[in-house]
């Protein structure tokens, strides 16, 4: 039973430039979180989706935005970057029908922005 | 916003020592995750409360739900190297929809 799965592992992109991120949920998972962690910190959230549609969204700008696919993968889009964007990235996975807050993570994505 | 205080930051130990560490909240939480981070890799999950009072363990990981649902320990017993990484608490409170709040993180090291 594959995890979750993310793409890519790694990322270097310049400032202004458009990132996609991609996440493939845990099998029976159904919901799908995007987190960002700056280093040394804990992870921040920054939206939630749940049958295609955003159902929460953390304190994160427009330029932060996302989709989810009919088969629960999801992207997450960020556009005009900046420095500050350098992050690992991390997707998450809840069960369908389960607790939603017992969330499973994929290995991230680094992003570095220059 | 709601804050989780997270203890101790690091914690330096030798092989074969417990460990614990503890994290508290200023609201009502309705439920407590651990975690464990290694470098450049997402979080896993140790072990997930649900309730108040609730004593659950992994191997030799036990945690537990505080009586006040405001705080949340994690006890490591005989620690091994492989326990290197960073520990996280998160969890969630009514009025917050649901989203995980995070500790800063209790970073763990163990000489052999």
């Known amino acids: 039973d594959a995890g979750v799965t993310q793409s890519p592992t790694h990322l270097i992109k310049t400032r202004g430039q458009q990132v996609t991120l991609r996440c493939s949920p845990k099998s029976g998972h159904d919901t799908v979180s995007w987190y960002q962690q700056a280093l040394g910190q804990g992870p921040q959230f920054i939206f939630q989706y749940y049958e295609e549609e955003e159902r929460q969204r953390g304190n994160f700008p427009d330029r932060f935005s996302g989709h989810q696919f009919p088969n629960y993968s999801s992207e997450l889009n960020v556009n005009a970057l900046l420095l500050g964007d350098s992050a690992l990235y991390l997707c998450?996975?809840?069960?369908?029908?389960?607790?939603?807050?017992?969330?499973?993570f994929g290995p991230g994505t680094r992003l570095l922005v220059l | 916003g709601q804050q989780l205080n997270q203890s101790p930051q690091s914690m330096f130990i030798q092989e074969g020592e417990d460990v614990s560490m503890n994290c508290t909240s200023s609201?009502?939480?309705?439920?407590w995750l651990w975690y464990k981070q290694d470098p450049g890799e997402g979080p896993v999950l140790l072990i997930a409360l649900y309730k108040a009072g609730e004593l659950t363990s992994n191997g030799r990981l036990t945690a537990q739900f505080g009586i006040t649902r405001k705080d949340s320990f994690l006890n490591i017993s005989a620690s091994i190297p492989s326990d290197v990484g960073i520990y996280f608490c998160a969890g969630t409170y009514a009025g917050n929809n649901r989203k995980l709040i995070w500790g800063l993180g209790t970073s763990l090291a163990v000489n052999p």
């Open positions: 998450a996975s809840s069960p369908a029908g389960g607790i939603q807050e017992t969330q499973y």
């Open positions: 609201s009502i939480f309705n439920t």
